[in-house]
């Protein structure tokens, strides 16, 4: 069917702007009710509840710091109050305070660790305890985990510790709780993206040399948008990938494949 998630409920962070939007939209048009979190920007995330209900979808808004332990739980409340149970996690929020080990802040250490890494875990714990809670369905799942990574969850990133020490974190977060959660047939799976257009990383696609610098690393010659993360999102979310627990899903273009070698080897 078009609507893989017709009925069903998600919850995605960070989802004002760049891949937690796409992935907002998408899911909305799949037939699930999102609960869209935002840190700061209202406006943005009144403006992604606004195209989903133009869609015929539902959505509300929430403001949440994931890093935040009451906030986490009222934010699920929340969820359970105005849309019904949860089904779909998608944690997705993240931040980069880059800075070569020598000039790095204990803040800028603390920052990027508490909402990429501690914010994952508060996210995953809520979902987990209200997947919990619920009467487990026939077939199918009882949930969905999805976690947001990064090619750096693998692949070592000089100046950016902080950033590449959370994503290893939130793979190995994300394998340890498959283990855990298989038996209460909670599905547990990860989007690792390469470089896609988003405010996050700006700097890297929007002057030409910069771009032209980018690609020399991404085999399929193209920078990604997105709504490429959206769509493997989408599949995990939808039982189309059931059986499929445990993985780091690589959407990147081929970053992962060491393209130096194509010149360098
Ligand atoms: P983005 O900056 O557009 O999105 C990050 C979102 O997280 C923003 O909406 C921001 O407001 C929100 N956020 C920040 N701190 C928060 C907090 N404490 N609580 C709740 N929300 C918070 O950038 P993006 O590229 O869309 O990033 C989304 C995710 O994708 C991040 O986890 C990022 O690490 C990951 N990622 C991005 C790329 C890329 O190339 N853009 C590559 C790999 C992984």
Redesign the pocket.
Known sequence: SDRPLEGRVALV??A?????RASALRLAKAGARLLV?????RQSAEDVVAQIAAAGGSAVAHQ????DENQVETMFERCHKDLGPPDVLVA????QKDADLISMSADDWDAVLS??LR?QFLCARAAARAFCARERPSDGASGNIIF????HDSIPWAGRSNYSAAKGGTLMLMKSLAQELGPDKIRVNAVS????M????RDAWEDEDSRQDLLKLIPYGRVGE?DDIARAVLWLASDESDYVHGHALYVDGGMMLYPGFREGG
């Not at 004002?16 to 937690?20: A, D, F, H, M, P």
């Not at 979190?37 to 920007?41: F, G, K, M, R, T």
């Not at 997705?92 to 931040?95: D, E, K, T, V």
């Open positions: 962070t960070g004002s702007s760049g891949i937690g979190n935002y840190y700061d920007d949440t710091d994931v890093s997705n929020a993240g931040i909402t990429n914010g947001m990574s990064s090619v993206p390469g470089a896609i988003t405010d996050i990383n997105p």
